[in-house]
C-alpha cells in the first residue's frame, strides 16, 4: 500500500508538473511566431490627437520589426473607458492592444459603474511618452507670471474661470490640483474638447485653460499667454516659460501614453512587445516626432510601467476625492 501510494503521488506529481510546464512551452512558441497575423490597437481618444498620432506613429515602427501590420482602431467615448473595456474583454493572445492614457488613471475613481478594474483587469506592456500640459491665460488678464495670477486669484476668489475639455479629464484634474497647491478659489467650466477650451480662453470666456502642449502651441500662436509648465522640467520647444514647479513647488503633472494587454497575455510576448516599443523610443527620426510634439520619450519595463499607473491612479484618487468628483 505505501509502495502503491507513493508511486500514486509520484505520478500525480509527475502529471502536476507537467502541466505546469505544458504552457509555459506553449507560451514560448507562440512568442516565437508571434505576430503571425495583423495586430489591433485601440486607442480610445478621437483621431487627430496626439494619442492618435504616436500611436500610428509606433505602430508604424512595430509593423516595419515585426513583419505584420499594427493597426490603429480610434474607440471613442467615456474618456477611454469603451476602448479599454473592449481591450480588456479580447482574447490575451496579443493580437489585440490598447493604446492606454492618463485617463486610464484617472477614471478608475471617477467612475464607479466601470465593470473592469484597469490594473488588476490589464497587463503592463510599455511605457511611451509623457505629454506636460501648459498653463494658458486670455491676454486681457492683467498678469504674467504665476507669482501675479496667485496673487490676483487671491485677491478675487471665485472670480476666475478655468476651462477643460471635460469633466475628470487630466486638464481638469491638472486644474484641480493646482487651486489646492496654491490655494486659490477658481471656477469649472467644461467644454466639449480641447479647441473649444482654447477658443473659450481666446475670447475671454473663461480665464485660464490647464491645456497639453500641443494644443497650447496652436493657442500661443493665436495670442494666448503661455505662464508655465507643469512638468517639474522646461519644454524645449518653450524654453522660455518656466516650470509651475519654479513657483508652486513640487508641482508635477503630465498627461501620458503607455501600451497595455488584457490580462493573461503570455510574458514572452509581452517582453517581445516591450522591446521592440522602446527601441522605437530610441530612435532619432520617433525621438524628434515626439519632440514636435512636446512630448518626452517614457520607455519602462513592463514592471516599471505597471508600478508608473498605480502610483498615477492613487495621486488622482486624492484630488478626486478632495473635490468629491463623480462622472456618470
Not at 500611436?55 to 482602431?73: A, D, Y
Not at 490594473?119 to 511611451?128: E, N
Not at 476651462?163 to 469649472?188: C, N, R, T, W, Y
Not at 508655465?228 to 513657483?247: F, G, H, S, Y
Request: aromatic share 8%; with cysteine; net charge neutral.
Amino acid at each position: 500500500m505505501v509502495a502503491n501510494s507513493m508511486n500514486l503521488s509520484r505520478r500525480t506529481l509527475l502529471g502536476a508538473a507537467s502541466g505546469l510546464l505544458l504552457p509555459d512551452f506553449s507560451h514560448a512558441a507562440a512568442a516565437e511566431e508571434y505576430p503571425a497575423r495583423p495586430v489591433r490597437m485601440l486607442v480610445g481618444l478621437a483621431a487627430g490627437g496626439a494619442a492618435d498620432v504616436t500611436s500610428r506613429l509606433i505602430g508604424k515602427w512595430m509593423s516595419e520589426h515585426l513583419g505584420q501590420s499594427f493597426f490603429v482602431e480610434n474607440r471613442t467615448g467615456a474618456g477611454g473607458n469603451i476602448a479599454a473595456e473592449e481591450a480588456i474583454r479580447a482574447t490575451p493572445d496579443g493580437y489585440t492592444l490598447l493604446y492606454c492614457a492618463s485617463g486610464s488613471a484617472i477614471n478608475a475613481s471617477i467612475y464607479h459603474d466601470l465593470t473592469f478594474n484597469f490594473i488588476r483587469d490589464t497587463a503592463p506592456v510599455a511605457g511611451m511618452l509623457r505629454l506636460p500640459d501648459v498653463m494658458l491665460v486670455t491676454p486681457s488678464l492683467p498678469v504674467k507670471s504665476v507669482g501675479e495670477f496667485i496673487d490676483y486669484a487671491r485677491a478675487n476668489p471665485g472670480k476666475i474661470n478655468f476651462a477643460s475639455p471635460g469633466i475628470g479629464s487630466s486638464q481638469h484634474l491638472a486644474a484641480e490640483l493646482f487651486k489646492i497647491m496654491a490655494g486659490v478659489d477658481m471656477v469649472h467650466v467644461p467644454y466639449r474638447g480641447g479647441a473649444p477650451a482654447v477658443a473659450a480662453v481666446l475670447g475671454g470666456e473663461v480665464q485660464l485653460y490647464f491645456a497639453t502642449l500641443t494644443t497650447a502651441l496652436t493657442g500661443i500662436s493665436t495670442g494666448l499667454r503661455p505662464l508655465a509648465i507643469t512638468t517639474k522640467q522646461r519644454a524645449a520647444v518653450l524654453p522660455d516659460v518656466p516650470a509651475l514647479d519654479e513657483t508652486v513647488p513640487g508641482y508635477d503633472v503630465s498627461s501620458w501614453f503607455g501600451m497595455s494587454a488584457p490580462k493573461g497575455t503570455p510574458a514572452p510576448i509581452i517582453a517581445r512587445l516591450n522591446e521592440v516599443i522602446n527601441a522605437g523610443l530610441s530612435d532619432p527620426a520617433i525621438k524628434q516626432r515626439f519632440a514636435e510634439l512636446g512630448g518626452i520619450p517614457m520607455p519602462m519595463s513592463p514592471a516599471e510601467f505597471g508600478q508608473f499607473v498605480v502610483e498615477d491612479t492613487e495621486r488622482w484618487s486624492k484630488v478626486v476625492r478632495s473635490i468629491n468628483l463623480t462622472v456618470q
